[in-house]
């Protein structure tokens, strides 16, 4: 037995990029279908981004019932921490924005329940296998729905906000096609039941490596440090783990508590090759990766679903095909910009196994020349708080809370 769907637009994935994308759509009056091949439980409990943009967290609050401004907490600034010498980088000083730490799963929490209310057509545990039809005016979404039974989905314009392993990415150019980059090390993050160890994010540099302490709320902290991307996290003891964290944060006292999760996440760049074609496009980690040092994933995904829902709704609504013509050239703008300052932050904090002294040095020349200087403080500030994105004034709700309340300084 085979379901067969019809539908204005039809989406492969409801993590950030998918569920802000179909509320912008129906937004503009433009129907859409979404797939996720995990159930609404996984969705909402894997943990993942934390700091968001200043631009992303006004279009989250500006979505009906989001926690964004409320359960978020904005920051004001990070401290680069150089061999136990801390200094800070002040957003709004230097370059009058902020950045906040909004979960990532919360953030899909308020997504999934704002879309459901509003009648969206998610089907959770129902997996696309294939895209066919990829140069007609009708491509179509093959796939499994959650009963197991086959699922077909006819649409006007498919999307694949699928992520890293994006089955619409394949369908479009090769799953490969693009330019990648790995890197010898990876992040070892752990969760732990304990205070905050301070206020706003260290980025800490040692010649030993790199570790990242990081907050998500009173009484649970999320920390990370650079490590071997092959570690099995099973075999790395608590000690091991506090030990380590200690080393590399020279000069901070670290709030310990119960570790109760721990994982190791490889790193990667990538960006693929086509982001649109005829009628299907991809966003997200479907047509990107960062490392996360930077992060910058869920922002760009933001980005790109802002500017792909202005194109939609020129092609679906006015028959006008020139912002879908326009949309890859523009999204690669920012997604190289983000990949520079992603592979920036991370080869300037990071110790490469093969690093000579020669490299240490110059690390440390590298980093004297960020935070001596303002105008070195000041790119840190204005990439990490996130260029202005192209559209997002066009696609605020109106109905939202007003722009100077939601906006915050910017
Ligand atoms: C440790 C870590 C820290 C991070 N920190 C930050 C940060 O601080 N700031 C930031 O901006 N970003 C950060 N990121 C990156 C961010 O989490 C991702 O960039 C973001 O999740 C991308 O969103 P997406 O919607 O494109 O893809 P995803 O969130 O990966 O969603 C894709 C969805 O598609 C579904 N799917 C996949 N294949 C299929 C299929 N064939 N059929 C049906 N459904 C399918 C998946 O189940 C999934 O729900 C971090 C990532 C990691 C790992």
């Known amino acids: 037995m085979t379901s067969s769907i019809r539908t204005q637009v039809a989406i492969v994935g409801a993590g950030p990029a998918g569920l802000i994308l179909s509320h912008l759509l129906a937004q503009s009056g433009i129907e859409s279908v979404i797939l996720d091949r995990r159930s609404r439980e996984d969705i909402e ?30 920051h004001d600034g990070i401290e680069l921490r150089v061999d136990g010498v801390g200094h800070r980088i002040d957003f709004p000083g230097l370059v009058g924005r902020a950045v906040w730490l909004y979960p990532q799963h919360e953030a899909l929490k308020d997504l999934l329940a704002a879309r459901l209310a509003a009648g ?69 993050g752990i969760l732990t039941e304990a205070p905050p160890s ?54 901070v006292e670290l709030k310990k508590g119960p570790i109760f999760q721990k994982g190791v996440v490889p790193f990667r760049s990538f960006v693929a090759r086509d982001l649109q074609r005829g009628r299907i496009a991809i966003v997200g980690d479907a047509a990107h990766t960062v490392p996360p040092t930077g992060a910058k994933g869920m922002n760009l995904a933001v980005a790109d679903v802002i500017l792909l829902a202005r194109a939609l709704e020129a092609l679906l609504g006015r028959g006008d095909e020139g ?10 703008q920012r997604i ?56 997002l004034d066009s696609v605020l709700s109106p109905t939202a809370s007003s722009p100077a309340a939601v906006r915050s300084s910017r």
């Open 336 to 391: 190289w910009k983000a990949q520079h300052f992603s592979w920036w932050m991370t080869s300037m904090l990071h110790q490469a196994p093969d690093a000579s002294d020669f490299d240490r040095q110059r690390q440390l020349g590298e980093l004297r020349t960020v935070v001596e200087s303002e105008h070195g403080r000041a790119y840190l500030a204005e990439a990490y708080t996130g260029w202005p994105m192209t559209g």
């Open 45 to 74: 409990s894997t943990i993942r981004a934390g700091i968001l943009e200043q631009d992303t967290v006004d279009l989250l609050a500006s979505i009906p019932g989001s926690r964004a401004h409320t359960v978020g907490q904005r």
């Open 323 to 332: 912002p879908i013509d326009s949309f890859a050239d523009t999204a690669r």
């Open 198 to 251: 301070a206020d706003e994010l260290i980025y800490s540099n040692s010649a030993d490596g790199f570790a990242l302490i990081s907050q998500r709320s009173a009484t649970v902290q999320r920390m990370y440090f650079q490590c071997d991307p092959y570690l099995d996290a099973e075999t790395f003891s608590d000690a091991q783990i506090w030990e380590t964290l200690d080393r590399r944060v020279p000069g």
């Open 120 to 188: 969206q057509d998610i089907r959770f545990e129902a997996t696309a296998t294939a895209v066919e039809g990829v140069d007609t005016d009708r491509p179509r979404i093959v796939g499994t729905a959650a009963d197991g039974t086959a699922l077909e989905i006819d649409a006007d314009f498919v999307v694949g906000a699928d992520g890293s392993r994006s089955v619409v990415r394949s369908a479009l150019s090769g799953s490969h096609a693009g330019y990648f980059r790995e890197y010898p090390f990876g992040w070892f």
